[in-house]
């Protein structure tokens, strides 16, 4: 990839960082929302805890720091990539994209890290400042453990949106995604250990996660951020991030190319 070819690519993530930061103001109230959200599951989670012990491989303040971590860390990784190209291929714009000098898919990531920094600047940070003094949250004390946690936090922007894209390529093939997309958001908050961590799900699908990548977007980083997940182990966590983010770019590559040679076929 050439030098300019690489910069129009980062002129992309500057672009979509400064477009949300037109509209900062909306965000104010997500920091509210997701806050409140933390406030609703924390309280339950107490009342279930009730006098104490641990639940799950938890005690009760690493519950509340994985609930506050891992729905500030959705503020970052979340986009709506899947209706994004969705929309550009039922408008038909999606046509002049394809013959544009950049790799579509490409772009749209970058585009999603925009949207995720500025999430990141302007909600999850901001947004975990509010919790840190609503809830007890404790905080890691080794360094392995925040760079591991911000490395894996990386990885799971690229593994959601890699999904993402996945699903509003899906697009080409069906009438209608719209089912697809809320459904893939509804498997992915659930499965990826948001709602509820996965070592708390019945043991035989907690089995069938593990061969699954939802796990490496929330309850993987969570786990590390909560110290149930030290040393060693963060790299080994860390690996299997990897792994799943080499794995999806294969459909990634191949429904891109499937589409494409759709769109010429049928467009002339």
């Known amino acids: 990839m050439s030098r300019s070819r690489s910069s129009a690519y980062l002129d992309f993530i500057r672009i ?17 929302i997701y806050t409140l959200n933390i406030g609703v599951y924390y309280f339950t989670w107490k009342a279930i805890f009730g006098s104490g012990g641990d639940l799950g491989g938890f005690n009760a303040i690493q519950m509340t720091t994985y609930i506050a971590v ?44 925009g949207e995720g920094m500025f ?10 400042a509010v919790a840190l003094l609503l809830y007890p949250i404790e905080l890691p004390t080794a360094w ?13 922007f690229l593994i959601n949106s890699q999904i993402n894209v996945i699903t509003g390529i899906m697009a080409f093939f069906v009438e209608n995604n719209e089912g697809m997309m809320r459904m893939k958001r ?29 796990q490496a977007i929330t309850y993987l980083p969570g ?6 997940v030290k040393g060693v182990g963060i790299w080994n966590v860390l690996g299997i991030q990897i792994v799943w983010f080499a ?22």
């Open 247 to 268: 794995l999806l770019l294969i459909p990634m590559i191949w429904l891109y190319g499937l589409a494409r040679r759709r769109l010429f076929v049928q467009g002339g």
């Open 186 to 214: 509804v498997i992915v908050d659930l499965f990826s250990g948001l709602i509820v961590p996965i070592s708390l799900f019945p043991g035989w699908l907690a089995k069938v996660l593990e061969f699954l990548p939802f």
């Open 223 to 228: 786990s590390v951020f909560t110290g149930r």
């Open 16 to 32: 979509r960082f400064l477009t949300m930061l037109a509209y900062r103001v909306n965000y104010y109230s997500g920091i509210l």
């Open 119 to 128: 999430r990141f600047f302007l909600l999850m940070i901001p947004g975990m």
């Open 70 to 113: 891992s729905w500030m860390a959705r503020a970052f990784y979340f986009n709506n990539l899947d209706r994004e190209i969705s929309t550009d291929i039922r408008d038909g714009s999606i046509a002049i994209q394809f013959i544009r000098p950049y790799n579509y898919m490409l772009v749209k990531m970058m585009q999603g890290l």
């Open 144 to 156: 392995s453990s925040w760079v591991g946690f911000l490395v894996m936090l990386f990885f799971s």
